[in-house]
């Protein structure tokens, strides 16, 4: 008998060649940057919706705290949200959420030793007892969201659950998974959708990948 691969999100494969940029509205001033239309707004939006229904389930028992982490998740977390208080307003039991936003600020200075600086937010304290949602937008080598992790636990919340938008397939992983995936993506830079290359692009509504002059444009 085949065996059916469980998939917990949408993977997009290496040799996924995405879509041509004339086929969709691209602000002007990136048309020369980007190479492909990787993921259509749309379709973030409509993954995003199943990812609310799926949290609620799992989460939507007790007060929730959605945790944002800026600046690239801001879209993804308002967009979710909107999906999961369309959920609240439409059933019979509905709990009450809250919301906070944090940065995160990693160390390189000796070989990325994980150390991270939460900046902003409310005093964590106030995690104690909550279902805390951390809503990201791309996990990487997986690296800041252990440490993340970590660290919240001491502040002893009820349920930590992290969604991400994007999880990137790469070499430098540590291995961690987030409790919710949007889409597993290749090893390449994507941008759009609050996603930036050097504070660059969050202003596009689809994840695209950028091109070579666009590197070279917004150089740091
Ligand atoms: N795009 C934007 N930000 C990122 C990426 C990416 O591909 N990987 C890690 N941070
Ligand atoms: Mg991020």
Do not use: W
């Given at each position: 008998?085949?065996?059916?691969?469980?998939?917990?999100?949408?993977?997009?494969?290496?040799?996924?060649?995405?879509?041509?940029?004339?086929?969709?509205?691209?602000?002007?001033?990136?048309?020369?940057?980007?190479?492909?239309?990787?993921?259509?707004?749309?379709?973030?939006?409509?993954r995003t919706e199943r990812l609310a229904?799926?949290?609620?389930?799992?989460?939507?028992?007790?007060?929730?705290?959605?945790?944002?982490?800026?600046?690239?998740?801001?879209?993804?977390?308002?967009?979710?949200?909107?999906?999961?208080?369309?959920?609240?307003?439409?059933?019979?039991?509905?709990?009450?959420?809250?919301?906070?936003?944090?940065?995160?600020?990693?160390?390189?200075?000796?070989?990325?030793?994980?150390?991270?600086?939460?900046?902003?937010?409310?005093?964590?304290?106030?995690?104690?007892?909550?279902?805390?949602?951390?809503?990201?937008?791309?996990?990487?080598?997986?690296?800041?969201?252990?440490?993340?992790?970590?660290?919240?636990?001491?502040?002893?919340?009820?349920?930590?659950?992290?969604?991400?938008?994007?999880?990137?397939?790469?070499?430098?992983?540590?291995?961690?998974?987030?409790?919710?995936?949007?889409?597993?993506?290749?090893?390449?830079?994507?941008?759009?959708?609050?996603?930036?290359?050097?504070?660059?692009?969050?202003?596009?509504?689809?994840?695209?990948?950028?091109?070579?002059?666009?590197?070279?444009?917004?150089?740091?």
């Amino acid at each position: 008998m085949e065996e059916n691969i469980a998939t917990d999100c949408i993977v997009i494969d290496d040799h996924e060649q995405g879509y041509d940029l004339d086929l969709f509205c691209i602000p002007k001033h990136y048309i020369e940057d980007l190479e492909r239309v990787y993921i259509p707004h749309g379709l973030i939006m409509d993954r995003t919706e199943r990812l609310a229904r799926d949290i609620m389930k799992d989460m939507g028992g007790h007060h929730i705290v959605a945790l944002c982490v800026l600046k690239g998740g801001y879209k993804f977390f308002a967009d979710l949200l909107d999906y999961i208080k369309a959920l609240n307003r439409n059933s019979d039991r509905s709990i009450p959420m809250t919301v906070d936003f944090i940065r995160l600020k990693s160390y390189y200075n000796d070989q990325s030793t994980g150390d991270i600086k939460v900046i902003g937010g409310d005093d964590l304290s106030s995690l104690a007892g909550k279902n805390v949602l951390i809503v990201e937008d791309i996990i990487d080598t997986g690296k800041t969201m252990r440490t993340l992790l970590a660290m919240l636990k001491n502040y002893n919340p009820q349920m930590v659950k992290v969604v991400s938008l994007l999880v990137k397939r790469t070499p430098r992983s540590v291995g961690y998974r987030p409790d919710y995936i949007g889409f597993e993506v290749p090893d390449k830079f994507v941008v759009g959708y609050a996603l930036d290359y050097n504070e660059y692009f969050r202003d596009l509504n689809h994840i695209c990948v950028i091109n070579e002059n666009g590197k070279l444009k917004y150089k740091a």
